[in-house]
């Protein structure tokens, strides 16, 4: 196998780089780059990096050696902690690149020689790419207890119950003439309805763990001229929106990230709802309205020279009556705020934080977050009701250990015990090149 090498840090100007190898040949590159051995494994040493070919100096810097299996990815690994110019960063890669053996490595490339030595499985890999990824306090929770193994040791779990239940099925079959002690086959009707159960209460979670990976869509809806281009400058704490006293301002959606209460949210501008006078403005409220409709949450802004009702208001938006400047009667059920002077933001900013956070709030179980694993467990659920129901009837034992072995399969999948080798580029390919 060849040795790997990258830039593991962000690239640019720093104070420090680090450049990792992984690999067989690493000892080999370390004596190269610096003219002796990799020394003792986990012990900082400083050393002076040369061109192997020319001796030409490159930078001192610290070097860490992991020897294998005790690494990231279960082979020897090396790490050099450089200074961090452009100049340094690209003279020490020219130079591993010389090395017999060595080449650039892929994006993912050492994660996933992590997975291949069993040291992640491919839940703790996405939880890794999540937290890397991670912009938010909640986003970060998630996706470390994903990576240290909740999401994997949960579906672990059932897969071993249902291999349990599998031995039973087959002990049936294997020995159908015999006293088979406590009539084995008789168990896993309660077994099997427990599992579909407790992965059917895990399904049922509101797609909150996908949702934080992905943000939640905030709309801002309302009447023409209801001040909602600068309700979004409030929030955003920015200029973002053009303002104006001109009816029809905002002709498409307008989108700006947030991180309320530790979760990322797009809060959207959208069109004035009215009947558009121009094409483009037609194309504006159409837009406005796809908006509307798919948003988790609505901001539904009503003011009292712009319509002062909340006619486009459903029963879970939250309602704000704007322009308390002219006017401070505030309808019922309604935040009254004034986007000019900055009134009443407090109250807005709170009810939109207690929303979003008791929707993400922190659950016992690790929660689903990826479209693969939510298929996954649908399949699982899909031949475990195909087993209760074989059993239900008295059907052979055979084809109940066949769906078993399915159930099985579909969550192996999941963690990547089976039949998961077309997934692994597309899991792979978005990690950033060094990790």
Known sequence: METIYALSSAAGRAGIAVLRLSGPHVRRAVAALTGRGPGRPRAAELRRLSDPE??????????????????????????????????????????????????????????????????????????LADLIDAETEAQRAQALRQMEGALGSLYEGWRARLMKALAYAEAEIDFPDEEVPGDLIEKLGPEIAALAAEIAAHLNDGGKGERLRDGVEVAIVGPPNAGKSSLLN???????????????????????????????????????????????????VRRALAMAEAADLRIVVAAPDAGGDFALARGDDIR??????????????AIGVSALTGAGLERLEAALQDRIGAAFEAREHPVITRARHREGLRDCMVSLDRAGEALGRGLDAELVAEDLRLAARALGRITGRVDVEDLLDVIFRDFCIGK
């Open 320 to 333: 704000v009556f704007n322009k308390l400047d002219l006017a401070g009667e505030v309808p019922a059920g």
């Open 54 to 127: 020319t001796g030409a100096a490159l930078d001192r810097g610290l070097l860490l050696f992991f020897e294998a299996p005790h690494s990231f990815t279960g082979e020897d690994v090396a790490e050099f902690h450089v200074h961090g110019g452009r100049a340094v960063v690209a003279a020490v890669l020219a130079a591993l690149a010389k090395i017999e053996g060595l080449r650039a490595a892929a994006p993912g490339e050492f994660t996933r020689r992590a997975f291949e030595a069993g040291k992640l499985d491919l839940t703790e890999v996405e939880g």
């Open 234 to 284: 409030r929030l955003a704490k920015r200029d973002a929106a053009i303002v104006s006293g001109e009816a029809g301002t905002t002709r498409d959606v307008l989108e700006v990230r947030l991180d309320i209460g530790g979760v990322p949210v797009t809060l959207a501008d959208t069109a004035g709802l009215r009947e558009a006078g121009g094409e483009i403005e037609r194309e504006g």
